[in-house]
C-alpha cells in the first residue's frame, strides 16, 4: 500500500519531469530557424556601432554590483535576472538561480550587456559559444581583430576544443604588445571590485592565444 510520503514524493517526482519537459520544449523552439533574425553579410568587417560605450558601461556597472555564485560573499540574485529577464537571454522558463553550476550564464550575461541588441537575437543565438557560431561565424560579424566591447569567445583549455569555443566574454581593450587584452565576464573566475579573488562578474587579462572567435555585432542587429 501507497503511504501518503510515497504519494508525496512520487507527485515531486512528476512535477520535476513536467518542468524538465516545458524547458526541453522551449528549447527546441528556440532552434527553429534562428538565422532568420541575422542578415548573412559578407560584405565588409563590421564596425564598430555607437552601442558598445552602453554595452561596456552596463557591463562594468554589474561588476560594480559585486555579483557573486551564490554563497559567496557578493550578491547572486542579478544572475537570474541576467537568464530570466528580457533585458538578457529571456529564458522565462528557467529556475532561479539558487546553486553554483545550474545554468551556464556567461552568455546571459552578454545578453544582459547586449540589451539593446533585438530581443529575438538575445534569446536565440546569445546563450552559448555553438549557437554564436552558428549565426555568426559565415557573416561579418566575425572580426579578426579585438576591440572594446567586442564579444570574444575563448579556449578555456589547452587542447583547443570544440572549435566554437568555450566561453563567452566581452573585451575592455585592444591587446598590448604581449598580447593580452582585459576582459569583464560572468560564470567565471577573476578579480571582483574589492580587488580579491572570486567566482561571479570578474575582470581579468585573456591572451590572444586563448582566443576562439571575435563577434562584433552590426547596427541592424540593434532595437534603435
Known amino acids: 500500500m501507497t ?15 513536467v518542468r524538465r519537459l516545458k524547458r526541453d520544449v522551449n528549447h527546441a523552439q528556440l532552434d527553429l530557424n534562428p538565422l532568420q533574425y541575422v542578415d548573412r553579410c559578407f560584405d565588409h568587417e563590421s564596425k564598430q556601432t555607437h552601442h558598445i560605450r552602453e554595452v561596456v558601461q552596463r557591463a562594468c556597472d ?9 554563497e559567496q560573499d557578493g550578491h547572486s540574485a542579478p544572475i537570474t535576472l541576467y537568464i530570466k529577464s528580457r533585458e538578457g537571454l529571456g529564458w522565462s ?36 559559444c555553438y549557437r554564436m557560431y552558428n549565426a555568426w561565424g559565415g557573416t561579418s560579424r566575425k572580426v579578426s581583430e579585438i576591440q572594446k566591447g567586442d564579444i570574444v569567445v575563448v579556449y578555456t583549455s589547452d587542447q583547443k576544443t570544440p572549435s566554437y569555443g ?18 569583464v565576464e560572468g560564470n567565471a573566475v577573476g578579480m571582483g571590485p574589492n580587488l580579491d579573488i572570486r567566482e561571479g562578474v570578474i575582470k581579468r587579462k585573456r591572451s590572444i592565444f586563448n582566443v576562439a572567435h571575435i563577434y562584433r555585432l552590426r547596427d541592424e542587429d540593434f532595437d534603435e
Not at 503511504?3 to 519531469?17: F, M, N, P, S, V
Not at 566561453?167 to 582585459?182: C, K, R, V
Request: charged letters at 25%; hydrophobic letters at 35%.
Open 62 to 70: 554589474q561588476w560594480e554590483k559585486n555579483v557573486t555564485e551564490p
Open 93 to 128: 522558463w528557467e529556475d532561479d538561480y539558487t546553486k553554483n553550476g545550474q545554468f551556464a550564464w556567461c552568455g546571459a550575461f552578454a545578453a544582459w550587456c547586449y540589451t539593446k541588441v533585438i530581443f529575438n537575437i538575445r534569446q536565440k543565438i546569445f546563450p552559448s
Open 3 to 17: 503511504t501518503k510520503a510515497g504519494l508525496i514524493k512520487k507527485i515531486e517526482g512528476l512535477e520535476h519531469q
Open 166 to 183: 568555450n566561453h563567452i566574454t566581452i573585451a575592455l581593450s585592444t591587446p598590448n604588445d604581449e598580447g593580452y587584452f582585459d576582459t
